[in-house]
DNA sequence: TTGAAAGCGCTACCAG
DNA sequence: CTGGTAGCGCTTTCAA
């Protein structure tokens, strides 16, 4: 492998000279910038990364922790962090959690560990408090509102656009309505915006057996469909979690033969589109995109919300 | 910054022996390794992970290169890669590429500069010798079918599971059809496999009306309905590129009030199972996690095919 | 404008 | 079992 010190032996001037070149520096005199960079072609001559970044003590990367990917959730945030990442040298790292929290934790090590000069989550059980701690190894970024002012965070602002979807229902005669969520109410920061608006609206709290939880995928979506039918309780409408397991619900109504109650989904995805059925578009691109602008500390703000939108249909 | 000499003052013992207590490595007495990661503990001190990787140069990172995540072939591929990543220490390191020819270069480019361990094409546009050539810089995997042996290659077997399909749409009376593709033959590798089989089994050339490319959305597949009955041709068969965009072709055809032709998917998405569509399943999370089982050289093999399954509905 | 040399923080070899 | 030390390859400061 030829390193630095070969360039600067084979061409005649220092260590120094040739970094100053390799890194379009001033204070070179044209021949010897030119020199040395006849030189490093001659050589096939690249600097190493690494060394690059021990030196300099950063790694242009960005760690982006997410459960997994089989959410629009998240692969919507992903795909605009990667937008966002792409017209910069910031690489972008996948960091798989799966909820375990101690998963998490070691990500917030190797924040520390200065794996990443950033980090991003998408989503996350672990304490915000523990999260705080590491603050001082690098920008933290949480995809969740967060009340907290010394902590990063874009979020989508869902409140209206639910209170709109209520309205929506009401208008059309429903009042009674089912809930699926992906987590509980006191892990979710997404389920807790879901309830503190069903809460405003309807000025009461749901029916227990009319909220479930762990719903995220078609699949979910028809075992919640069964599992609805099975403890009856009166409602005519079901609030989903997303367009897909909006559609799993359907199908398990369409299946056994049952009257379709109105179903309304999330995620703006296609199945929603194909089945027609009314959505809300939490715009998660722009989430993840300026999720990066924090993390990449190309915004000076601490805070940033993105509002959601109702898609009646 | 506490660093690995801080460890060693404060505790009396050398560097190298810090050193080996950090690594876990024998030949250290009890008492020294006991004491050594009390001062840890006290200085709250984490190893530097930059520093670790220039000593040992390596990275602990694969890079995977892919055009984008709207289709459900890389999102798939990239889900198979993560799974097998989870259980290991290595890092995966999204490199997009917009089937930009410079950008896919400067990925090879930072494999030379000791960026990633190994890198992973899910799809390329740059020529294959240009790739031999960094070949020496670390593995590198492609995911496609390549006859030259010193390429590590993974794909799915696509040809038996199109014959099945043709045949099936045969029995069903269906002769002639319509073929969406991804991108052109002569630079896809999916689309070369596809037209090979379509030649294999009709012994004869598609009507190029009949062949339309760059489909891969449903926005795609709507538009290509839109242009397959405009340059109206017979044909009582849609092959499409995905269920996704055969939702799409097939939604063109519905809002048109046009007799639908029999369509066949591929990916088995869920739009597929919403719809009901016959479909072939790639299998593609398997690719991924072979692929990066062969960018870690934990496999020895350099070619790895995975079967497609044709799904019936 | 240039160069010498001191780091960056860690690993690994060799000697004891 | 332990320590000294020479790297790893680059950046940066300081002096010339």
Redesign the interface.
């Known amino acids: 492998m030829t390193t630095i010190r070969d360039i600067a032996r084979e061409s005649g001037y220092s260590v120094s000279t040739v970094s100053r070149v390799l890194n379009n520096k001033h204070h070179v005199s044209a021949e010897a910038r030119l020199a040395i960079q006849q030189v490093i072609e001659q050589l096939d001559y690249?600097?190493?990364?690494?060394?690059r970044?021990?030196s300099k003590?950063r790694?242009e990367?960005i760690g982006v922790v997410l459960p997994h990917?089989?959410h629009p959730y998240f692969?919507q945030i992903?795909?605009g962090i990667?937008a966002a990442?792409?017209v910069t040298d910031y690489?972008?790292?996948?960091?798989?959690s799966?909820y375990d929290i101690l998963r998490e934790q070691s990500y917030l090590?190797?924040l520390?560990?200065?794996?990443f000069d950033g980090l991003i989550f998408t989503s996350r059980r672990i304490e915000l408090e523990i999260i705080k701690n590491y603050q001082k190894y690098g920008p933290i970024v949480c995809c969740e509102k967060l009340e907290d002012a010394n902590v990063l965070s874009v979020y989508s602002v869902r409140e209206p656009a639910y209170l709109e979807a209520f309205q929506w229902l009401k208008k059309r005669g429903k009042n009674q309505g089912a809930i699926l969520l992906s987590r509980g109410e006191e892990i979710s920061a997404t389920a807790k915006a879901t309830m503190k608006a069903y809460r405003a609206f309807y000025q009461s709290e749901p029916d227990e057996k009319l909220v479930i939880t762990g719903v995220t995928t078609?699949q979910d979506g028809y075992e919640a469909g069964e599992k609805l039918v099975r403890d009856y309780e009166s409602f005519d409408y079901i609030f989903a979690n997303s367009d897909?397991d909006a559609?799993g619900i359907r199908?398990y109504y369409l299946d056994h033969d049952l009257s379709l109650p109105l179903i309304v989904g999330q995620e703006n995805q296609?199945?929603g589109?194909?089945?027609k059925l009314p959505t809300i578009d939490h715009q998660l691109s722009k989430v993840g995109q300026h999720a990066f602008f924090l993390a990449t500390k190309q915004s000076t703000t601490t805070h940033i919300a993105v509002m959601s939108h109702f898609i009646p249909r």
């Open positions: 690249v600097p190493n990364n690494i060394a970044d021990l003590g790694t990367s990917t089989n692969t992903l795909d990667l990442a792409f690489r972008i790292v996948l960091l798989p799966d090590e190797q520390r560990c200065k794996v078609y897909d559609a199908q296609l199945s589109k194909l089945l």
